[in-house]
């Protein structure tokens, strides 16, 4: 199936690794110029590497180290960008993940954190694109965000809440710009195969007295799937949502969760 987006400028937002490195991938080898980013500046040339090689080595892919929960940082990011690659086309907001914990868990330091971390850097991020993909009349905004958009997931007391906000931002700024072309969906990955699958199992397990292999067992057979999530399963969708073919989506959330979350 052809996506239409060939030749489109993307950025992804924490792409040195997990979800963000799958999502970056399968957009170049849709055809897209790429701009990875990542805190971890160590893990950006190997992930530079994969993500030219996803494009068959024929693409133009900028790396650039960076703190998304720091404003001017994004600001000075996507200005790079924008010389090196032109204006951005295609956003996949994604940012690590706020540390799991109980309400009581829940100092004042890690709620501004997470906020700043989950929900002003996907603020901040669309702010930064939303004026050239205007004067272009095309743009795809996808926030890579969490089945706890619809159901609350225990024990992440910060990210449940703080994603709901995400939620808030996309329902409200699909009609404002829809008349430019543009497009904002949410998706909720359930648990997915990478560091932060087995950062959150070993806070589990650690609460059980288990292992973090037994937990992520657990956590396998409470996902009718029967198996965590793949990210290039998350990856394939943000893809979908970026194409030309989802022109008309726009507003909605999509979980990629073998079916574990019970709500409608
Ligand atoms: N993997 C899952 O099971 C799962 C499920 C639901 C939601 N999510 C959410 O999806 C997002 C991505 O998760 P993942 O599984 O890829 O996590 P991951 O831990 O595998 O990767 C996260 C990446 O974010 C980078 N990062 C962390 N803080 C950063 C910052 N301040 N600025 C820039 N980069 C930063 C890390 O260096 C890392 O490369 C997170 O918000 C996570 O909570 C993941």
């Given at each position: 199936m052809d996506l239409g987006i060939s030749g489109k400028v993307a950025l992804v937002g924490?792409?040195?690794?997990g979800l963000g490195l799958a999502t970056a991938q399968r957009l170049a080898r849709e055809g897209c110029n790429v701009a990875i980013c990542d805190i971890n500046a160590d893990a950006l040339p190997a992930a530079r590497e994969a993500v030219l090689e996803a494009g068959g080595g024929k693409l133009r892919v900028f790396a650039y180290p960076v703190d998304l929960s720091d404003a001017s940082a994004i600001t000075e990011m996507v200005t790079a960008i924008q010389k090196d690659l032109g204006s951005i086309d295609i956003l996949v907001t994604n940012a690590g993940g706020p540390p799991p914990g109980t309400f009581d868990d829940a100092t004042d330091e890690k709620w501004l954190r997470g906020y700043a971390l989950t929900f002003m850097s996907t603020v901040r991020l669309i702010r930064s694109v939303l004026p050239e993909m205007k004067t272009k009349g095309w743009g795809r905004i996808i926030n890579l965000a969490s089945r706890a958009l619809l159901e609350p997931i225990p024990n992440l007391m910060i990210s449940n809440a703080v994603r709901l906000a995400m939620s808030g931002i996309a329902k409200t700024l699909a009609p404002e710009i829809a008349s430019s072309g543009i497009t904002i969906n949410n998706i909720g990955p359930g648990p997915t195969s990478t560091d932060r699958a087995i950062e959150l199992a070993g806070a589990r397990a650690k609460k059980k007295g288990i292992s973090v292999e037994e937990e992520l067992e657990l956590t396998a057979k409470q996902i009718p799937h029967g198996r965590l999530g793949r990210p290039e399963e998350l990856a394939a969708t943000a893809a979908f949502f970026a194409s030309e073919l989802a022109g008309h989506i726009t507003g909605t959330t999509l979980l990629v969760d073998g079916g574990e979350t019970k709500a409608l």
């Amino acid at each position: 199936m052809d996506l239409g987006i060939s030749g489109k400028v993307a950025l992804v937002g924490a792409s040195g690794g997990g979800l963000g490195l799958a999502t970056a991938q399968r957009l170049a080898r849709e055809g897209c110029n790429v701009a990875i980013c990542d805190i971890n500046a160590d893990a950006l040339p190997a992930a530079r590497e994969a993500v030219l090689e996803a494009g068959g080595g024929k693409l133009r892919v900028f790396a650039y180290p960076v703190d998304l929960s720091d404003a001017s940082a994004i600001t000075e990011m996507v200005t790079a960008i924008q010389k090196d690659l032109g204006s951005i086309d295609i956003l996949v907001t994604n940012a690590g993940g706020p540390p799991p914990g109980t309400f009581d868990d829940a100092t004042d330091e890690k709620w501004l954190r997470g906020y700043a971390l989950t929900f002003m850097s996907t603020v901040r991020l669309i702010r930064s694109v939303l004026p050239e993909m205007k004067t272009k009349g095309w743009g795809r905004i996808i926030n890579l965000a969490s089945r706890a958009l619809l159901e609350p997931i225990p024990n992440l007391m910060i990210s449940n809440a703080v994603r709901l906000a995400m939620s808030g931002i996309a329902k409200t700024l699909a009609p404002e710009i829809a008349s430019s072309g543009i497009t904002i969906n949410n998706i909720g990955p359930g648990p997915t195969s990478t560091d932060r699958a087995i950062e959150l199992a070993g806070a589990r397990a650690k609460k059980k007295g288990i292992s973090v292999e037994e937990e992520l067992e657990l956590t396998a057979k409470q996902i009718p799937h029967g198996r965590l999530g793949r990210p290039e399963e998350l990856a394939a969708t943000a893809a979908f949502f970026a194409s030309e073919l989802a022109g008309h989506i726009t507003g909605t959330t999509l979980l990629v969760d073998g079916g574990e979350t019970k709500a409608l």
